[in-house]
């Protein structure tokens, strides 16, 4: 089959159903043995080897995009949002992640509204990364920089790449939108510099949120997995008995909303490297993909021990004394 050939009948399948096909999902068995590098291989067939991806507006460079390649972000996105479907942690199209190239200075997003265990390759929104003091000065003028794609990201005349470049997409009623996460994770982008950031719907988050009542943070010491964790201010990762404290942050009728307080409290803890936010989920950032990746599943274990500790009113951290739980808990 021509490639010409294979896209025309992807373009005909997107511009029959639209993405909002996806959302006739049929019922999904939990199968915790199932093999990510043969389902991701099946998903994203049909889409040729060395893409050339759409571009959109004057700005960037055109993305290369290769199936086979395992470390390019398009093909991460597509695997650990499955990954992270199958941890129950972003289900019902809660959640998203977004992957920063800095050496091609690029921004990966994934969609919003979208199963994400379905994301294909060209659902993908592609954003310039514009490394902070580096934008020129009449992209500033002109909204870009961080600060303008945080201001402004639904603008998708910003976009390199936006998934209503598919032909047929544009006239469907539901159109592609960038993920309401995206002035979040640009916000870990900007002050921290990270290389990818994560987000979701974690019960273990949600739950712990919710026990935590008199604080502004959820901290944990004397666990084991704590050593997975970095500890910023020295550059080397928390030890055994040192505490993890994670701020917890109000959450607001729309995501977008959340970007000041989050800003706020990266500010205030200069050390975390996630925030959590109440009734809602978690963000989870790193200096890379993969470390990203090993916070959030070390920070969702200590959530998870953390809730267990307190229903059996065992004290999380070295600092809280015995007696914290006859003072009414956390
Ligand atoms: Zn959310």
Known sequence: ???ELELDLKRQRVGKHGFKSHNHGHNHVHNHGY???????????????????HKNGDIGDIVEYDIEDEEHPIN????LCKDFYY????????GGLSIRDGKKKLIYLAPSGVQKEKIEPNEIFILRDYQNGEEKENEIKRGYGYDGLIDNYKDSG????TPNEIEGVRELKNT??????????????????????????????????????????????????????PFLKEKRNLRFDENLVIPIIDNKNFEEDLTDSLQEAIERFPNTTAVLVKRHGIYVWGEDIWKAKIY????DYLLEIGIKMIQNRIPLSSEDGEDVYDKGGY
């Open 1 to 3: 089959m021509t490639y």
């Open 35 to 53: 093999d990510h590098r043969a389902e991701k291989l099946e998903r994203i067939q049909g889409v040729r080897k060395h893409d050339r991806l």
């Open 76 to 79: 991460l996105i597509c695997l």
């Open 87 to 94: 941890n129950n942690w972003v289900t019902g199209t809660g």
């Open 158 to 161: 910003k976009y390199l790449y």
């Open 176 to 229: 592609y939108k960038p993920s309401q996460c995206t002035p979040l994770f640009l916000s870990t982008f900007k002050l921290r510099n990270s290389g990818a950031c994560i987000h979701t719907h974690s019960q273990n988050a949600v739950l712990i949120s919710l026990l935590i009542k008199k604080q502004n943070y959820f901290r944990i010491s004397h666990i084991e997995q704590i050593k997975a964790i």
């Open 296 to 299: 959030n599943e070390a920070i």
